[in-house]
């Protein structure tokens, strides 16, 4: 079955420092892989979409992802986080056999420290 | 910048109560969902909606929820009898539909609070 895993709960980082969150998933075909932001009351925003192609993808406020099939991995990154960035970060997963359905992980939690 | 609405932000009801949870997609968009997100769990899907008749279910949407496109700017979901356990934050998404649902984007609303009590 596919699944997404975001190994890590909450991370902080100072501000103007760089960012990696990781995510790793487990689906048998090519992925179609997601990062989606959420907000204090607000809803999820997507940040970049991976359906093939160029394994780094960029995305929306600054933020990369890069598909590494060898390690399933779609890790997160930014080179320098400000403090607007402070948000929970959702990776997920859509099977092509499952077309609408969005897998999310559990989500990290980022914080920025002054 | 167009985006998914939501109302209520927040419902607290009563154990066994019905409830209708209301979005207004995005106005071109022709494919809607549901998600939900129980405190500190993962957002889960419960279903998609796509020409009048449901696309997809998760185990989730059993025979206590129902989803309508009542009009043409309105996606709800029903939630006939509630229980404890429904409690949750619950997202609206719609997407274009362009080329397959499965490479749309889909644009999430901002959420409804439900609490039962």
């Known amino acids: 079955a596919q699944s997404v895993t975001q190994p890590d709960i909450h991370i902080t980082v100072s501000e103007g420092a760089s960012l990696e969150l990781r995510c790793n998933y487990s689906y048998g075909a090519t992925p179609y892989l997601f990062w989606y932001v959420q907000s204090p009351g607000q809803g999820l925003q997507l940040l970049l979409k991976?359906?093939?192609?160029?394994?780094l993808v960029q995305g929306i406020k600054g933020f990369e992802a890069e598909f590494k099939r060898s390690q399933s991995s779609f890790n997160l990154r930014k080179p320098s986080v400000h403090w607007s960035d402070a948000a929970e970060y959702f990776c997920a997963v859509v099977g092509y056999s499952s077309a609408s359905k969005i897998i999310f992980g559990s989500g990290t939690r980022l914080s920025i420290r002054p | 910048e167009p985006e998914v609405t939501q109302t209520p932000s927040h419902q607290v009801t009563q154990m066994g109560q019905e409830v209708i949870l209301r979005c207004v997609p995005i106005s071109n968009h022709l494919y809607f969902y549901w998600y939900r997100q129980i405190l500190g769990q993962k957002v889960e899907f419960l279903v998609s909606?796509?020409?009048?008749?449901?696309?997809?279910k998760s185990e989730i949407f059993d025979d206590q929820f129902s989803v309508e496109r009542p009009d043409g700017s309105n996606f709800t979901l029903k939630i006939r009898s509630t229980k404890l356990e429904d409690s949750a934050m619950y997202f609206c998404?719609?997407?274009?539909?362009?080329?397959?649902?499965?490479?749309?984007?889909?644009?999430f609303g901002p959420g409804t609070r439900l609490t039962v009590l």
């Open positions: 909606f796509y020409n009048n008749e449901i696309s997809e």
């Open positions: 991976y359906f093939s192609g160029d394994t």
């Open positions: 998404a719609s997407s274009e539909a362009l080329s397959g649902a499965v490479t749309d984007t889909q644009y």
